[in-house]
């Protein structure tokens, strides 16, 4: 079992910045990736930014250019840096932990509010 809890959300103006960091705690031992999702209210769940299994990163359209994910030292850690927030980033951001146990865990979210 792995848990995953994620933080740095907030109330932020358009153009601002946020750093969004996630923690995966437990059998670490197995986690292959971490990435990044969003859920903007009333829409499904998307992609903004993950690594992949073989350690590169994928973007989303949208966060190109604007986001960057990076991870710690320690394996079970992932951010997500924000910049140039927009209205349409409004979101509640969840980290997504992929094992190489063919299963994934997902955090509670962090909510991100673009609004002047």
């Known amino acids: 079992q792995v848990q995953v809890v994620e933080s740095g959300g907030g109330l932020v103006q358009p153009g601002g910045s946020l750093r969004l960091s996630c923690v995966a705690s437990?059998?670490?031992?197995?986690?292959?990736?971490m990435g990044w999702y969003r859920e903007p209210p009333g829409k499904q769940r998307e992609l903004v930014a993950t690594?992949?299994?073989?350690?590169?990163?994928n973007y989303a359209d949208s966060a190109k250019g604007r986001f960057t994910i990076s991870r710690g030292n320690a394996k079970n850690w992932v951010y997500l840096q924000m910049n140039s927030l927009k209205p349409e980033d409004t979101a509640v951001y969840y980290c997504k932990v992929s094992t190489n146990l063919a299963a994934d865990y997902w955090g509670q979210g962090t909510q991100v509010t673009v609004s002047s």
């Open positions: 690594f992949t299994r073989a350690g590169s990163t």
């Open positions: 437990g059998s670490i031992f197995s986690i292959s990736h």
